[in-house]
């Protein structure tokens, strides 16, 4: 069997997609996007290409070390993404050709469900007790929210007072039975993540995803030692290289590696063990499309510290389309209970619409994340 093609698609609300062809007529899907970067990644799958047009993709550990070693530069956003969508086509391929899903390839699950939540509150924290409880009516038991909009790196206490205030009076409306994790997406800088942490901790929140940048990692390693609250970190890292110090300086306790960003379902399982040595849990991060959800459930079906996977069904990014609307009607995600299945049918263990893909494509996207300024007018992390 050989590759044969490699077809992308841009469609919103701000993904890419990627279906690899073989002359045995099997195909496979993978997500190869960076948010805000899709064009870029576009052009690099058509680089990558011209090193796999010819190759079994059988051989998806052979291939995986061939892309990522080749051509001297290696890691990085942009590559990791680009590798992460062909490994997870890959791995389509080769469960469809065993007739078998990704996990049953990779040892068979550990479990037949996980726990899942969703982002409410948008860029800017609003509206949070309202939307907390719309998840909560349909069957969810977590969610997540940014903190805060802007922030200075050492700010008034009466923004300290206000985001505290928001978060208590969240916690109130939900009541202790809905868990509540806190993102502050790298905008809250090392002096007030030290305070925020400290008054935050009687709301017990899940995790607390990027206290600061993932460039502080010392920082971030000293902050976690100082607080109760398991403190996240991953996102924004791209491959085991990324997570070595991490671990080696016990950063964090729970890591949210993108399997999309991350260099796809093969780097996924091997940090997700390896994170276990450590006794580090795995949150795999996920506010993507579908192909990246699916391939990201095959991870969370074999790695034992799994607990919980983020999904972006219905979130605020998801105008002009949503992952559903890109899935044939039986292999549409739900979750119940507060739980997310993990697929069983081969590959991926999901079904591409393909004639609404290509429908959503001719439309594509330009989505660029919004530029943000302090009072003082300079720039502002986002």
Partial sequence: MKITALKTFLVAPRWLFLKIETDEGLSGWGEPVLEGHAQTLMAKIDELQDF??????????DTWQMLYRNGCYRGGPVLMSALAGIDMALWDIKGKYHDAPVHALLGGPVRQKV??????????????????????????????????????????????????????????????????????????????????????????????????????????ADLSRSTTIPLCIGERLHSRYDFKPVFEKRAASVINPDTAHVGGISEMVRIGHWAE????????????????????????????????????????YNQGGDLNDYLKTDSRFECRNGYLDIPTGPGLGIEVDEDFVIEQAGKGHRWRAPVWRHGDGSIAEW
């Fill in 52 to 61: 796999l047009l010819g190759l079994d993709p059988l051989n998806i550990e």
């Fill in 115 to 220: 726990r899942s939540y969703c982002w409410i509150g948008g860029d800017r924290p609003e509206n949070l007790a309202e939307n907390a409880k719309a998840l909560m009516a349909r069957g969810y038991d977590a969610c997540k929210m940014n903190v805060c909009s802007e922030l200075q790196i050492v700010d008034r206490h009466s923004a300290i007072d206000a985001i505290i205030k928001r978060m208590f009076d969240l916690r109130e409306a939900v009541g202790p039975g809905f868990d509540l994790a806190f993102d502050f997406h790298g905008r809250v800088h090392a002096p007030m993540a030290r305070i925020l942490l400290k008054e935050l901790e009687p709301l017990r929140p899940l995790f607390v995803e990027d206290a600061v940048v993932s460039a502080q990692l010392d920082t971030m």
């Fill in 277 to 316: 040595a450590y006794d580090v849990a795995l949150a795999p991060h996920c506010p993507l499309g579908p192909i990246a959800l699916a391939a990201s459930l095959q991870v969370d079906a074999v790695c034992h510290n799994a607990f919980i996977q983020e999904q972006s069904l219905g979130i605020h």
